[in-house]
């Protein structure tokens, strides 16, 4: 994950450095031999087939609509240098300061190199309960487990491939540990892929460096007996042949599925999250149904979710699963549920980070909310386990807030607009920077209760120009008015807006509730 476009990610220096011309680049690419043939799933097993009409006929369940928020690991073996995201990637990438921090701490990606990192990851003091316990305090009402990142390394039991981190690093199955303690505490499990866009995101471990003194000096991702972590050698017509962040090769479509549908089968997620639209055609779409009768089975129901993005390579089906917008918000109330996933700092720790302040991360919930969404919220780990220091002091603050706020929060349902005040959040993935004030107000709605949160700190008197006497949005007149976590407040119902006398010490930081009864 990455502001990086998704689309464009390929388009690096290094290919053209490579000093093949275009002649020889394709004939190195084998676009003059006839691609192999598709790779077919196994027939679905259930009520859903990986026809796209089958698996539109799938419902969202009311539990991740009532959810509203849940916790993310995006954690594994990429924090241990403290660079932050991608750095399996860039690490093969001269001139990038990912790849100048690893040959000045552990030395030349063509003698140590990624499957090095991967062994120096032991999480040596994860623990997964006591974590749980404080994502459960802080409102999370679902969890999500990293399954594997484009590093290419299966954080579970995997069946299928080597490099899992029960033979490798930590040695323990940490999918399955988090499952267990989100289980425990009564909370829906799910699990991360961003296994589709590996093969393509990784042939920077392929290269080599262009200058002197490991001139032409093949990285490690080139060796034979690493084929299986790094990918096969990528001068082979996938890499650029309509294939942008998902490979066109067919046999690595056969291998993210029989991986996928493994992860699927030994964890039994109520959520799968796809880096990306929905990968390799019908390739994908029968794993979404493997995931969705799966579910049927277990549950006697579909309960089961799927999140994907409209965004770079991939099918965007919108009725198929819940629409997931990267580090950005929809625009308005969206008829169907979805998602923001974001972080509180990078996606991986990193040493130079910038975190969310409490008051982001809240402000970015209530907004999320009001318009029919969900947060999906990494909370920032060491490669050791334990949280980063802000991190801990966000879900503190979450705790509290969540105490005296959250029944402003979960199972709630839109009212008949988001909310009002000076700002709007720009539409779209990768826009999340904005500052919200007092005077920003987001409803929600449980039954006939209003909820009118406040993105930020009042003072004095909130007005509410949409519950003005008379306006077309609420005919009924305002009854009772309470401050969550405080009681009952004065207010006054005028043509102009509704008027809230505050008292001068609020219950809760960051964001205020109050709670509108009508007659």
């Not at 390799?280 to 129901?301: K, Q, W």
């Not at 005296?404 to 349902?413: P, S």
């Not at 519950?467 to 009924?476: C, D, P, Q």
């Not at 043509?495 to 609020?506: F, I, Y």
Request: proline fraction near 6%; charged fraction near 20%; charge should be neutral.
């Amino acid at each position: 994950m990455s502001a990086l476009s998704k689309r464009t990610f390929l388009a690096t220096p290094l290919l053209a450095a490579t000093g093949l011309g275009t002649a020889r680049l394709a004939q190195a690419q084998g676009c003059d031999r006839p691609a192999p043939p598709a790779y077919k799933p196994p027939a679905s097993s259930g009520p859903f087939t990986a026809e796209a009409d089958s698996l539109r006929a799938s419902k969202v369940p009311a539990w991740f609509r009532d959810a509203k928020l849940g916790i993310w690991s995006h954690w594994g073996p990429q924090a241990v240098p403290g660079q932050g995201d991608w750095y399996a990637r860039f690490m093969y990438v001269p001139g990038h300061p990912h790849y100048d921090h690893h040959v000045k701490t552990y030395g030349h990606p063509s003698e140590v190199g990624y499957k090095d990192i991967i062994q120096r990851w032991k999480a040596e003091r994860f623990e997964p309960e006591a974590l749980m316990d404080r994502y459960v305090a802080a409102g999370a009402k679902y969890f999500v487990s990293m399954g594997v990142h484009h590093d290419n390394f299966d954080l579970w039991n995997s069946k299928h491939h080597r490099w899992n981190a029960t033979k490798l690093g930590p040695m323990r199955d940490v999918v399955g540990d988090w499952a267990r303690a989100a289980r425990r505490r009564g909370l829906r499990f799910g699990v991360s892929e961003h296994l589709g866009a590996s093969h393509n995101w990784w042939w920077t471990s392929h290269q080599c460096d262009q200058f002197w003194p490991k001139l032409g000096v093949a990285y490690d991702g080139a060796r034979p007996e690493n084929v299986d972590l790094y990918h096969e050698p990528h001068d082979t017509p996938y890499l650029n042949r309509g294939g942008d962040w998902y490979t066109t090769n067919p046999k690595f479509h056969e291998i993210w599925y029989r991986r996928i549908v493994d992860l699927i089968d030994s964890h039994q997620p109520d959520l799968l999250y796809s880096d990306g639209g929905i990968p390799f055609g019908d390739v994908g779409r029968a794993a979404i149904a493997h995931l969705f009768n799966t579910s049927v089975r277990r549950n006697g129901e579909m309960q089961a979710v799927y999140n994907h993005k409209a965004l770079g390579s991939g099918e965007f089906i919108r009725e198929v699963g819940v629409q997931d917008v990267e580090r950005g918000v929809l625009d308005g109330i969206n008829p169907l549920p979805w998602q923001t996933d974001t972080s509180n700092g990078d996606w991986f720790f990193s040493e130079h980070d910038r975190y969310k302040t409490p008051a982001q991360v809240l402000t970015m919930l209530c907004d999320i909310v009001s318009k029919n969404g969900n947060l999906l919220l990494n909370v920032v780990q060491h490669a050791d386990g334990t949280l980063a220091a802000e991190s801990d002091v966000l879900l503190t603050e979450m705790t509290a807030w969540m105490k005296v706020n959250g029944e402003a929060i979960h199972g709630t349902r839109p009212w008949k607009l988001y909310g009002e005040g000076p700002t709007a959040a720009t539409s779209g993935a990768f826009k999340e920077d904005t500052a919200y004030t007092a005077q920003d107000i987001r409803f929600t709605t449980r039954g006939d209760t209003l909820y009118a949160l406040t993105l930020g700190e009042p003072k004095g008197t909130v007005k509410i120009t949409s519950l003005r006497r008379g306006g077309s949005h609420e005919l009924r007149a305002v009854r009772r008015v309470e401050l969550l976590g405080a009681g009952p407040l004065r207010f006054r119902q005028g043509a102009q807006a509704l008027e809230v006398d505050l008292p001068e010490q609020l219950p809760s930081r960051h964001v205020s509730a109050l709670r509108v009864s009508f007659g």
